[in-house]
């Protein structure tokens, strides 16, 4: 297991699974981990209100109690920057359009720009899919980004965990990334326990 990062940044992205990316903010914070910034893309907004119900004002005011947020569109921000990245950083849920950007070095985005500072860094980047079924352009960009350093973590469930609601399923998905940065957390039951 990496070491365990004393700061990271998350990117929220338009991939369904928006529950999952504010449930990893929150465990970060819970665990003490300086949360630097989250970036959400306007696709994020939007998913949050069709699967949630959450308006965009309050889902900047749920995420704003931890950490700053920025928009998909500032470059301003200190994340913008090679020499303001934190120790790690996860994207969850990651659209297949944000993992192609960062696959094919395009820093058109706030994401992508703060994932491929990471990269360069050699800091490290948790990137977590979620789309079903996975086409060769999808598998490929995920190959690629993971030769270049992140680690890909889909956000799969594992039913060992014997989950009985969908706040089980998130807990164990956001438990999953969370390992993937190296922060050590109980937010799932684990294999043989």
């Known amino acids: 297991m990496p070491c365990r990062p004393e700061s990271v ?9 928006v529950r999952v990316g504010l ?13 630097e910034g989250v970036i959400l893309t306007r696709s994020a907004l939007e998913v949050a209100r069709v699967e949630e119900g959450i308006e965009p004002g309050e889902l900047r005011a749920r995420l704003s109690r931890h950490s700053r947020v920025y928009g998909e569109d500032d470059f301003n921000s200190p994340l913008a920057s090679s020499s303001s990245q934190p120790d790690a950083m996860a994207i969850v849920p990651a659209s297949t359009k ?9 820093a058109s985005n706030l994401v992508a720009r703060a994932a491929l500072a990471i990269l360069r860094l050699r800091r490290r980047l948790v990137v977590a899919p ?4 996975l086409g060769i ?3 490929e ?6 030769r270049m350093g992140a680690v890909v973590a889909p956000l799969t469930p594992g039913f060992y965990a014997r989950p009985e609601s ?10 999953k990334v969370l390992d993937a940065l190296g922060v050590p957390n109980s937010l799932y039951r684990r294999w043989g326990s």
């Open 9 to 17: 940044s998350v990117a929220i992205t338009g991939a369904s699974g």
């Open 23 to 35: 449930r990893v903010v929150e465990a970060l914070a819970e665990s003490g981990v300086r949360v």
């Open 98 to 106: 944000t993992v192609a950007l960062i696959a094919h070095g395009i």
């Open 130 to 133: 979620r789309e079903t079924p």
């Open 137 to 139: 352009a999808e598998l």
């Open 141 to 146: 960009n995920l190959l690629k980004v993971a």
């Open 166 to 175: 969908v706040d089980d399923i998130v807990n164990f998905l956001a438990g």
